[in-house]
Each structure stands twice: as structure tokens, then as C-alpha cells.
């Protein structure tokens, strides 16, 4: 059985937020939700990890559904927080499994505690975004979200707020559009029940505290991300929709350009749903 609103105390006195879904006896992995999302993203990976023999471990990042805020956080500082959780779980190694905005996270990971990790993975993620080109690839909406509002917190917090609206008074309606930029593989992730039902209790949970986290997360995606991708040795496995709107192929490229060790699986004929469309699969890979 999923367990969904779990929290401990961290050493600096936050709390962290987690769920777990899956295998309870099963390999551990963390996963890192997008952007903006929380933990309960995982609740649709339930099925998939028992199907497997994966214990899925979601933490809420600072700001987001049960975590406390950190002020002046950075991508590197995740591990901490990861491992404390782990040690609380008696888990000393581990997979970690990132999705779109959840990509960095699993660098910081790779870069600060291979020692612990069993394997590490990417799934639509977004890349650095000081590469032009990568820019310029980016839809309309992404590229005005993470290259223009993300230089202006009070504007991310306007943007976020009217999001936060939209999910509470008229989701159908917000769902119409996410659907309508997105190619043919996504629209029937979209419309499959379990998909919808997730997206709402995953976006309001997100904004639990309102929209300060998310304000400060866009932030980080924009500027430098204090990680030596570069110099990352441990191996990290992509797996990238060719129909990718959000998170488009040229990340998954910018990626595999500044990782020195990768894997990438490509699908011609997916988008950015590829986790929600080929669950069972990408964790078995994983961990296998």
C-alpha cells in the first residue's frame, strides 16, 4: 500500500516530505518529481514499481507539498537531504530516478554520493540552459517561463499564482490547454483517468505553501547550476521523447554533451509523458 503523507525531521530542524509507492521489499529508488510538481507524481508509478520490485522513495523538495523551505538552497545541497532520508529509512544504497525538472537533482546526486547510488537515471530532463541553441528549442511558453520570468521573482510569483488558481477553480479547462501544444502521445497520456487525477492532487499539492518554492526553483534552473557536470563519473541513463515540447531533445543532447558518461534511449514516438507512458519499462531498466 502507498504511503503518501509521510515527513521527518532533518538535522537543521526542516521537515522533509516523502511517499513511497511500489514494492515495499523491493530495490530502493528515490525519485525526483518535475516541475512544479511533489511527491504524490509518483502515486501513477505504484503499480509499475510493484510490477518490477522497486520501492519508490519521492521526497518533496524545499518549498514544495510537505517540505519546509531553505533559504539560499542550491542543486547540490539535495544530497544531504537525500541521504538523511535514506539513513531514517535504513537504507544505505539506492537508485536515483529524475524527471524533467527532477534532472538536476539527479546530477547533484551523481556528482556528491556515487558511493551509495546503484544507478541513476533522467527522463525528460531539463538540461543547462546557457547553450543558445537549447534556448531557442524550447516552445514559446517554456523558453518566456525559464528564460525571461525566471529573471524576476515577483513575476514567477504572479505566474505561479494564477497557475495555482487555475488548478483549484477550473482544472478541466487548464487540462484542455496543457494538451492542446502537446504531439499525440501525450494527449492519450492525458486523457487516460489515472493521468488527470494525479495532475490535480499532484499541482495542488505542490503549491500547499503557496508559490514561494516554485518562485525559487525556477531561479535555480535558470542560473548556473554549481554542479561540474563535467566531471560527473558515474554513469547516468537518459531515456528522451523525440516529440518532446517541454523538455526537447536538444536537452537530452545538451546533456549527453556535458555528462561525460550516458546512456540515452530514444523514442521516436513519444513527448514529455514517456515516464507516464512507458513506466514499467524505464524502472525496470533502471534496475535492473
Known sequence: MAL?????????????????????????????????????????????????????????????????????????????????????????????????????????????????????????????????????????DQRRMFVSVARFPWLARRMFAQSMQEVQADFPSLLIRMAAERPDADKFVLERPDIKDMLRTNLTEAFRQGVAGAAQELALYRGSWHLALKKVAYPIQIWQGREDVITPPSMAEELASLLPHTLTRWYANEGHCLLFARSEEILRQLVS
Open 4 to 140: 503518501t503523507d509521510q515527513t521527518i525531521k532533518l538535522a537543521d530542524g526542516r521537515a522533509l516530505g516523502y511517499a513511497e509507492f511500489g514494492d515495499p521489499s523491493g530495490v530502493p529508488v528515490f525519485f525526483f518529481h518535475g516541475f512544479p510538481a511533489s511527491r504524490l507524481e509518483g502515486i501513477v508509478l505504484d503499480a509499475p514499481a510493484q510490477a518490477v520490485g522497486a520501492r519508490l522513495i519521492a521526497p518533496d523538495r524545499p518549498g514544495f507539498g510537505l517540505s519546509d523551505p531553505k533559504r539560499g538552497r542550491l542543486f547540490s545541497g539535495w544530497p544531504d537531504d537525500v541521504v538523511q532520508l535514506a539513513v531514517h529509512l535504513g537504507i544505505y544504497d539506492f537508485a536515483v530516478l529524475g524527471t524533467s525538472g527532477g534532472s538536476p537533482y539527479v546530477v547533484a546526486c551523481a556528482d556528491r554520493i556515487s558511493e551509495r547510488l546503484t544507478a541513476a537515471g533522467i527522463v525528460s530532463g531539463i538540461s543547462p540552459l546557457h547553450n543558445q541553441a537549447v534556448r531557442l528549442s524550447m516552445n514559446v
